[in-house]
């Protein structure tokens, strides 16, 4: 089964430009989610999708923001980039289980740098 | 979301046990532990996770404390290839937001 995949791999852009990853979940997974890594702050969670529908968000300005299709693969927005915005952009999928038990599967992540 | 305490580095020497502890003080009872490693900024690999029962699989096994505020990961054999930073993460059912700590940096020394 393939796993999660997410394009691009790698991203250059300057100040003030916006840009868009893209994330596909490993097949049958509902829920899509996305962290943000920097060397400074490490692995904080961005927002999370569920039918489409956004239902648990991080702690991020509006600048950040994302979209899940009907076939659940999911993008995320990053508009009026500034330097801070480099890191690394991990997307991860889950089936959602009842009960609850689930876990979350990464992709490589997308490296976006912000010149 | 209850927070984890490890410790920020360990090494271990090649093909010897390594044992990666993380405090969970505050677990509710509907939260369960969860282990990833990330390998030089790849994305975060799962390993193993557990509610209260001891786990084992392929990649690793995982001890729980009775009392649920701690828990250990073992690698039993390691490699060279385990060289990593470790994650434990405790996650509510239902929640989809993994609240990551530093990790532990494990080194595996030939």
């Known amino acids: 089964k393939a796993g999660v995949t997410q394009t691009p791999r790698y991203l250059i852009k300057t100040r003030g430009q916006q840009v868009t990853l893209s994330c596909s979940p490993i097949?049958?997974?509902?829920?899509v989610s996305w962290y943000q890594q920097t060397p400074g702050q490490g692995l904080q969670f961005l927002f999370e999708?569920?039918?489409?529908?956004?239902?648990n968000k991080g702690n991020f300005p509006g600048r950040f923001s994302g979209r899940q299709f009907s076939n659940s693969r999911s993008e995320m927005n990053v508009s009026t980039l500034e330097l801070g915005d480099s890191a690394l952009y991990l997307c991860?999928?889950?089936?959602?289980?009842?009960?609850?038990?689930?876990?979350?599967?990464f992709g490589p992540g997308t490296r976006l740098t912000v010149l | 979301d209850a927070k984890t305490t490890q410790p920020t580095s360990m090494d271990c020497a090649e093909g010897r046990a390594a044992n990666l502890p993380c405090n969970h003080s505050?677990?509710?009872?509907?939260?369960?532990v969860y282990w990833y490693r990330q390998i030089h900024s790849q994305g975060p690999q799962y390993i193993i996770h557990?509610?209260?029962n001891n786990e084992t699989n392929e990649m690793a096994s995982l001890i729980i404390t009775e009392d649920r505020k701690s828990s250990t990961l073992i690698l039993p054999h390691a490699t060279l290839r385990d060289t990593a930073v470790y994650y434990c993460?405790?996650?509510?059912?239902?929640?989809?937001?993994?609240?990551f700590g530093t990790g532990t940096r494990l080194k595996v020394l030939a």
């Open positions: 991860a999928s889950s089936r959602e289980l009842a009960g609850g038990e689930d876990t979350q599967y």
């Open positions: 097949s049958g997974h509902r829920s």
């Open positions: 999708y569920f039918s489409e529908t956004q239902r």
């Open positions: 505050t677990i509710s009872g509907n939260e369960y």
């Open positions: 557990g509610l209260k």
């Open positions: 993460i405790v996650r509510a059912s239902g929640t989809y937001k993994y609240i």
